[in-house]
Structure formats: structure tokens, C-alpha cells
């Protein structure tokens, strides 16, 4: 959820009728899931580790 755009985000927010408890935790578990994977993968898995870059990047601007 978290690759998608602003919009996108905000209407599968919306449809599912999220508080913001429950979206501070899922916001909290992608940056945990895409940090990891940074550190765990740094050396063997450059790609991926770009796209969980792109991911906390995104996470953290909004």
C-alpha cells in the first residue's frame, strides 16, 4: 500500500474505514519491513534494496 500514490493511499484508507491507531501501525510496520530488508539485503540484493529506499522515502514525506 505504501508504493501506491497519495490518492490511492488516501482512498484505500478511506474504503476500509481505518482510524488512525490501526494507519500509525501499518505505517510503522512498512518502515520496520523496508529498513530490515535494506540492512539484511544491502550487499546481495541491490535492487531490492532500492525499492525499500523508494518505500521509506515515500513513508516519510507523508
Known sequence: MWDLPAGARHAYR???DLDDATWT???AW???VAA???A???DTFPAFV???RA???NI???
Open 50 to 52: 532500492a525499492e525499500c
Open 60 to 62: 516519510l514525506s507523508t
Open 30 to 32: 512498512a518502515v520496520a
Open 14 to 16: 478511506e474504503g476500509l
Open 25 to 27: 501501525r501499518a505505517r
Open 40 to 42: 539484511y539485503y544491502w
Open 36 to 38: 530490515s530488508g535494506v
Open 55 to 57: 518505500r521509506l522515502a
